[in-house]
T-cell receptor
């Protein structure tokens, strides 16, 4: 049984560009949450998707958007990249909106 | 705004020493509490969780945590650490079934 998978593993982008990160949840999970983890800090909640809709959102600007597909996989899009967007982006899935979260390995985004 | 504080950023212990990592959270209504661990090169994984009931919860690998509502604390303990416990530990709080907040993490280094 595959756990949470994320792609790509690493990504380098230039300031002002746009990026899309992908996440496949653990089998049987229908809820996906995204987090940003800057170096030396804990993960910060970006948003949560359930039934293909954004259900909860953290304190992130509208440049951060997402999508959930009928197969429960999800994308995180970030527009107009800033240097400060450089971080590890984590995806977590759960059985429902309130369940234990299982984390993927993350995508390391570097903005130059 | 809700917040989670982990006051110990870096802890160094010898094997067999006892461990206690502090976690305090700000008031914010109903809380569900978690400790996650990240071993070197691995994903975040759940150590233990508290939803309700007995405030002393036991997790994997001999870890336990005590929820003290009056102190807004959820400290992690282990009576005797091993070298394999070297990792980064994160406290997380789920407020009002709404948003997850993580602490900044504590790096534990156990010397053999």
């Amino acid at each position: 049984d595959a756990g949470v998978t994320q792609s790509p593993t690493h990504l380098i982008k230039t300031r002002g560009q746009q990026v899309t990160l992908r996440c496949s949840p653990k089998s049987g999970h229908d809820t996906v949450s995204w987090y940003q983890q800057a170096l030396g800090q804990g993960p910060q909640f970006i948003f949560q998707y359930y039934e293909e809709e954004e259900r909860q959102r953290g304190n992130f600007p509208d440049r951060f958007s997402g999508h959930q597909f009928p197969n429960y996989s999800s994308e995180l899009n970030v527009n107009a990249l800033l240097l400060g967007d450089s971080a590890l982006y984590l995806c977590a899935s759960s059985f429902d909106r309130f369940g234990e979260q299982y984390f993927g390995p993350g995508t390391r985004l570097t903005v130059t | 705004a809700q917040s989670v504080s982990q006051h110990n950023h870096h802890v160094i212990l010898s094997e067999a020493a006892s461990l206690e990592l502090g976690c305090n959270y700000s008031y914010g209504g109903t809380v569900n509490l978690f400790w996650y661990v990240q071993y070197p090169g691995q994903h975040l994984q759940l150590l233990l969780k508290y939803f309700s009931g007995d405030p002393l919860v036991k997790g994997i690998k001999g870890f336990e945590a005590e929820f003290i509502k009056s102190k807004f604390s959820f400290n992690l303990r282990k009576p005797s650490v091993q070298w394999s416990d070297t990792a980064e530990y994160f406290c997380a709080v789920f407020y009002n079934f709404n948003k997850f907040y993580f602490g900044s993490g504590t790096k534990l280094n156990v010397k053999p």
